[in-house]
């Protein structure tokens, strides 16, 4: 196998073991907090830690809450919760006499 596709391989394997990793630490997480916890992530990096499938894939949603620049180097903070269900529109009522409106 050449050496390219064997790394391009080693980062596949890692980078699969870190997002299981993640969804563990998540999933317990909001096991673990009351009804209406948030989990809190500070991060470095110029976007959320957490790649957005893995929150989809829990039922949770991640928001960008602040950033501090007095921080060396600048940090960022996203607030995790608990997606709120989701509820289908009400029907609309039809008149009297079959037509709408």
Do not use: E
Request: net charge positive; proline share 12%; aromatic share 12%.
């Amino acid at each position: 196998m050449p050496a390219a596709r064997t790394a391009y391989a080693a980062r596949l394997v890692k980078w699969k073991a870190w997002a299981q990793s993640s969804v563990a630490i998540l999933a317990g997480s909001f096991w673990h907090l009351r009804t209406g916890g948030s989990f809190y992530q500070f991060t470095y990096g110029p976007r959320c830690p957490v790649p957005r499938p893995i929150p989809d894939r829990l039922g949770l949603k991640a928001s960008f809450v602040g950033k501090t620049m007095q921080n060396v180097p600048p940090a960022a903070v996203y607030r995790i919760v608990h997606r709120p269900p989701f509820s289908a529109p009400a029907p609309l009522a039809a008149s009297d006499d079959g037509k709408t409106g």
